[in-house]
């Protein structure tokens, strides 16, 4: 709180006290009082006020400066660290704001409440539709012909997305189950690549392995989810104009294993790329593909920020996409 804000707030009780030492002054004068001893009152009346004026600006200044200092920053105010005040307006101000707190903490745990809910009934949904896709699965394969073999792959399609629903519905508590394990980053890889080798083999790609080692440290069943989600997207955005090619391979980085994943594809626009990542964002390719949700991405990233790792990507528009996928070596370091 400035001395200036104070001081322009009390401009109307400064007047009026300038008037009653005037009006004092003059009383005085008027029943004949010496000019010393009126001098003297005038002087005390004077220090009394500007000694009780400078003490409210002091008990005022510590509890708005706090007040201050955290609206500034945010939205939120820690009561904690605002002491409760002996001026009236204070306590008027502080009783408001533990009323507000009250409220945003119980609308926070209704939210929690809520979240809790949706999370627990999007699990048991997506076990729920485990069940029929199973058996459709199950039928695809023991009837083999050309229109169960589209079933099939449909279904594969269908699970996918399902996942995708079941992860972006957990996606601010995943770390919460997360089971770190040393895997091999060539195996992991490998069976990756086996559960998209039906798209893989219909879309005629030649798959190019360049080095693949090293033992890294990561929850397998979500790593995976991010590895069948960049091949998917490699798989989608193909092009006709050349036969498709994907290149997979790893390089260490220090303490890192850096997995690489390279199509010839038709890229992403310059554009695009800075929110490739972004919830719901599908870009200009997105819009040629229907069945693009812009969800995909953004839940690889968030997967992978929960896991320790990072993920990036280099495009060039017409010539294809590489992904680079940051892990963590497993150590006795890591492990501890």
């Known amino acids: 709180m400035k001395f200036t804000d104070y001081l322009a707030d009390q401009l109307i009780p400064i007047f009026l006290y300038v008037i009653g030492c005037v009006g004092t002054a003059f009383f005085l004068w008027i029943m004949e009082i010496d000019w010393s001893i009126i001098t003297i009152v005038v002087g005390f009346l004077m220090i009394l006020n500007s000694t009780t004026f400078f003490y409210e600006w002091f008990r005022r200044k510590a509890f708005y400066d706090v007040l201050s200092e955290q609206t500034s920053t945010s939205l939120h105010i820690s009561l904690n660290q605002l002491r409760r005040p002996s001026f009236t307006e204070g306590q008027m101000i502080y009783r408001l704001l533990q009323s507000h707190q009250q409220h945003l903490n119980q609308l926070e745990l209704k939210e929690l409440k809520n979240r809790e809910e949706r999370k627990d009934f999007m699990t048991s949904w997506v076990h729920e539709m485990k069940t029929p896709i199973t058996t459709i699965r199950l039928l695809a394969e023991n009837n083999r012909n050309t229109l169960m073999e589209n079933v099939e792959e449909e279904v594969n399609t269908l699970e996918h997305y399902i996942e995708q629903a079941l992860y972006l519905s957990q996606v601010e508590e995943a770390e919460q189950d997360f089971i770190l394990h040393k895997t091999e980053l060539k195996s992991l890889v490998k069976q990756s690549l086996n559960q998209q080798i039906k798209p893989l083999l219909l879309k005629e790609f030649k798959i190019n392995w360049g080095p693949i080692e ?55 626009p310059a554009k695009d790329l800075p929110r490739i990542f972004d919830r719901g964002f599908t870009g200009e390719n997105g819009r040629r593909h229907p069945n693009a949700t812009g969800v995909g991405l953004f839940l690889c990233k968030q997967l992978a920020k929960k896991m320790g790792m990072d993920i990036r990507v280099e495009s060039t528009e017409g010539k294809g996409t590489t992904f680079f996928l940051t892990m963590q070596k497993a150590n006795i370091t890591s492990l501890l």
Not at 221 to 247: D, G, H, M, W
């Open 214 to 268: 090293g033992v890294v440290l990561l929850d397998q069943k979500r790593t995976l989810f991010i590895l069948n989600q960049l091949l998917v997207n490699s798989i989608k955005y193909c092009t006709t104009a050349k036969k498709p090619e994907l290149t997979l391979e790893s390089h260490v980085l220090g303490e890192k294993i850096v997995l690489t994943i390279s199509d010839n594809g038709i890229g992403i």
